[in-house]
């Protein structure tokens, strides 16, 4: 029998050594299991951000679709009664079928000002990416430069402008500003940097092929999937103005949809007269563009995504 004290020796001088514990190793998540919950943080990330972005629309659809009594007494977010036809053919044919002239002025600004802009936003950006000149990189600096200040700010200056050139009150108010976006610039630089090489310009060039030539049936073709973002962003960006046509056009003929609606909103205040209804479906009828264009745009997107994927 061993005899151990208080510090734990043993008779014979000896300490005793303790029981040895079990080791316990923390093992490595495998990937599949570190994918599977990055995967559901996204799926809820993206469930969250298209419910934050379609609630608005929602409301909207469900709005459209009542009658103005309904508009107040009822629940906002449900339906009350189906009205939806019969708002449709009062904001047709309210003042002489005046919404219609204003979604043809908003489509004649944002189409045809949104596909010259493109046009001259891929030449000046293929010309800053594929050309030496001097002064290329302060050129470039004054187009980052440009389109961070707000087009809010420009709205008084391209006013006087307009004013002494008589242009107030007329289409051109409206397209020269849709022309020129130096932001559409600076993509269609960036895009031209990526998708465009030195190689095919040379080659396009000892094979006699001119300049303009190269441009509209080389790049162009190239640039597509560029070329329909810049006019996408810029079809939107137009569509949605309203400081520059609230500054500009003065007469009802010439209105955008926005300023239509806007001031169809006003009248309550001036006169008396609800038109809620009449602006909320026509806000909902103004969706519709947007949503056409974003679909016939889309295909580019796939075809230059399947382009890149080849090359």
Request: charged residues 15%; proline residues 4%; contains cysteine.
């Amino acid at each position: 029998m061993v005899l151990t004290d208080q510090h734990g020796k043993s008779g014979n001088g000896t300490a005793e050594r303790p029981p040895a514990r079990s080791v316990r190793r923390l093992s490595r998540p495998d990937a599949a299991s570190r994918g599977r919950g990055g995967q559901r943080f996204l799926l809820i990330g993206l469930i969250l951000a298209s419910v934050y972005s379609l609630f608005p629309v929602w409301w909207l659809i469900v709005a459209a679709t009542k009658s103005r009594t309904a508009l107040y007494q009822s629940n906002g977010l449900w339906f009350s009664g189906w009205n939806l036809w019969d708002n449709l053919q009062e904001v047709f044919t309210y003042q002489d079928h005046i919404f219609l002239r204003w979604t043809a002025n908003s489509l004649l600004y944002a189409g045809v000002g949104s596909l010259g802009g493109t046009l001259i936003a891929l030449a000046t950006g293929y010309g800053l990416a594929r050309f030496e000149f001097p002064g290329r990189n302060l050129v470039f600096a004054c187009v980052v430069g440009s389109f961070l200040i707000p087009i809010a700010l420009l709205t008084l200056p391209l006013y006087l402008l307009f004013s002494a050139l008589g242009m107030v009150d007329t289409p051109w108010a409206m397209l020269i500003p849709c022309l020129i976006n130096p932001f559409s610039v600076y993509l269609a630089k960036v895009y031209t940097e990526a998708t465009v090489p030195y190689e095919l310009l040379e080659a396009a060039r000892i094979d006699g092929a001119g300049e303009l030539r190269i441009f509209f049936s080389i790049v162009l073709r190239m640039m597509t999937t560029g070329g329909a973002t810049v006019f996408l962003l810029a079809f939107v960006n137009t569509w949605n103005a309203f400081f520059l046509p609230l500054t500009v056009l003065r007469g009802k003929e010439n209105w955008t949809l926005n300023l239509g609606l806007y001031n169809w909103s006003g009248t309550r205040l001036e006169s008396g007269v609800d038109l809620t209804g009449l602006v909320l479906t026509g806000a909902l009828l103004s969706i519709v563009p947007m949503a056409i264009m974003m679909v016939a745009m889309r295909r580019y997107w796939r075809s230059g995504v399947t382009l890149g994927a080849l090359k």
